[in-house]
Structure formats: C-alpha cells, structure tokens
C-alpha cells in the first residue's frame, strides 16, 4: 500500500531530498519494523515529515491524533505544538501503545504528550478541549465517525487531516473494493459536501485529506 500511488524511484527521491529523520524518529522506525505484525501502517518519514510541516505551520495549543499505532505521527505532530501546547493520541491496541509510550518518554515533547488507551468514540466525547488540528487515522470503518464526533471540537479556522483517503488506489473501482476502501469513498464524499469545511485531497502515500473548518 505504501508506494502504490507512486514509484518507488519517485517516493525515494522524495525522501532522499526531505530533511533526514532525527535520530528518536529513526530509532522508531527500525524498531516499529522489527517489533510490529503491520509497519506499513507507520506514517514514516516523507508523510511524517509532511505532517511536522503542517503542524509547525498551524503551531497548536491543542492536537487531537485518532490513532497512534507506534507513535511516530503523534511524534511529529508535536513538533509543531506551542509552548503550552497539548497533544492527546488515541489507541487501542495496548501491546503498540508500549512502544509508543516508550518513545514518548524519549522526546524533548514527552510532557505535552498524552495517550489515552481506548475507544475512541467513547473517548471523543470526553474531551473538552477546542483542537486547532485534528489527525485522523484509525480504522477506516469509522472515519465518518470520526469526523462527526471531532466537527464541533475543532476551532474556527482549525484543520482536519485524515491519512489513507485514497486506500491503495481502490476508491477508483468501488464495484469490487473491499469495505475499507468503501469506507474511504463515503469520508471523501463527506467531506467534500460538508459546506463547512474547505478541503483538498493530496495524492501523498496512500492520500491525504486536508480539511479547513470556516
């Protein structure tokens, strides 16, 4: 799924001409690969890179990431937080929430970083913070969810981002796609019609929606 939408000579060149990982990114990395069933599901460096630039961009006092697996992405959001900033990671899968603790413990970040371990849309309605950018990427099945728990808890101006929108290119042949590419479809079609949001869908890795809340 990784590379599908682009070659792998192309997503290279991409990350050989990226701002190398640090070394906690790296480290992560390799260790998400040796200790983990699934590492294709790491954000990784070119999208983790994207993500920081975002995030360093917005500069949130208040991050919301549906989704931590190892940590890599939370790791990199955080890069951009203010100095009193907030960023609250959901998961639940306890086993990779280790690992990502563990590297949360390692990062100049480690105290404006908090993972609740969960379900998320149990835990959504909890929160009461007001987020300035909101990353979704969790299972697929429940974006739409997500998205309507997340809405009004996101600032005026604030950004939604949601990862794998374009599920290894799939949502172009909806007539024998699986249910996660399905899924992935009707978020699109949501967003795309929600007349409060402004958003564009970037062909980075497997795809990512941008979302602007007016």
Known sequence: MEHALTSEAIHHYCENHTTKENELLYDLNRQTHLRTELPIMLSGHLQGSVLKMISQMIRPQYLLEIGTFTGYSALCLAEGLQENGKLITIDNHAEQAEIAKEYFLKSPH????????????????????????????????????????????????????????????????LESAGKNAKAMHNYNEKIVNDSRLDSVLLPLRDGIMISRKK
């Not at 697929?140 to 997500?146: F, G, H, Q």
């Open 110 to 173: 480690k105290d404006k970083i908090e993972l609740l371990l969960g379900n998320a849309i149990e835990i959504i309605p909890t929160l009461d913070c007001l987020f300035d950018l909101v990353f979704i990427d969790a299972d697929k099945i429940n974006y739409t969810n997500y998205l309507d728990l997340v809405i009004d808890k996101v600032k005026s101006g604030g950004y939604i981002l949601a990862d794998n929108v374009l599920y290894n290119g799939e949502i172009l042949h």
